[in-house]
């Protein structure tokens, strides 16, 4: 059964660091194209970042240079490291992977980040 894990989410103070990981399992493969988006109550949902096959990532403005998603093939893992967190980078962050033709056909079922102090 094809399915993507996340982990990782928590409460964190503000400035904070927290890693998500998710892991790809069934015949999803993570060394095709993820990534990660976020939903805040009250707000649209937004893509916060995504990897290619080969590794190239791409930053919404909001969390460039804070933010960076990773890979790791042989764990058919991706992760997104995230520093220097902000109350507005609440929300529940879900892993996503993309087909072959760039449409999102798989979700995970997401996990909680809070940045509160």
């Known amino acids: 059964q094809e399915q993507l894990v996340e982990s990782g989410g928590g409460l964190v103070q503000p400035g904070g660091s927290l890693r998500l990981s998710c892991a790809a399992s069934?015949?999803?493969?993570?060394?095709?194209?993820m990534g990660w988006y976020r939903q805040a109550p009250g707000k649209e949902r937004e893509l916060v970042a995504n990897i290619t096959s080969n590794g190239n990532t791409k930053y919404a403005d909001s969390v460039k240079g804070r933010f960076t998603m990773s890979r790791d093939n042989a764990k058919n893992t991706v992760y997104l490291q995230m520093n220097s967190l902000k109350p507005e980078d609440t929300a529940v962050y879900h892993c996503i992977h993309y087909n072959n033709y760039g449409g999102v056909d798989y979700w995970g079922q997401g996990t909680q980040v809070t940045v509160s102090s």
């Open positions: 069934g015949s999803i493969f993570s060394i095709d194209a």
